[in-house]
Nanobody
Framework: QVQLVESGGGLVQAGGSLRLSCAAS????????MGWFRQAPGKEREWVAL????????DYIDSVKGRFTISRDNAKNAVYLQMNSLKPEDTAVYYC??????????WGQGTQVTVSS
């Protein structure tokens, strides 16, 4: 099992930046594929970014490519989401998640990101 805690959310103006952090418990952090998801009010949760077991393989939803960067530091049991050029449509609760074998089984509590116009 792994426990995840997100932090770094807040209120920012359009065009600004935020850096989200996800702290994970356990020594097996490096064995999990990690992802960031978000859920806006009235909308379904959507996948945002994915990172493999090392800081090499990354993927993003098209709407954030070129603006967001996912990274991980296995020595610190942490995954990050650097968000630049934020837009109001990025407003959502952001969750980090750990994928076990085939599905994301472990989730953090979420951190609110609000981008004003």
């Amino acid at each position: 099992q792994v426990q995840l805690v997100e932090s770094g959310g807040g209120l920012v103006q359009a065009g600004g930046s935020l850096r989200l952090s996800c702290a994970a418990s356990g020594r097996a952090f490096s064995s999990y594929v990690m992802g960031w998801f978000r859920q806006a009010p009235g909308k379904e949760r959507e996948w945002v970014a994915l990172i493999g077991l090392s800081d090499v393989s990354r993927d993003y939803i098209d709407s954030v490519k070129g603006r967001f960067t996912i990274s991980r530091d296995n020595a610190k049991n942490a995954v990050y989401l650097q968000m630049n050029s934020l837009k109001p449509e990025d407003t959502a609760v952001y969750y980090c998640a750990a994928r076990g074998t085939t599905t994301f089984d472990y989730w953090g509590q979420g951190t609110q990101v609000t981008v004003s116009s």
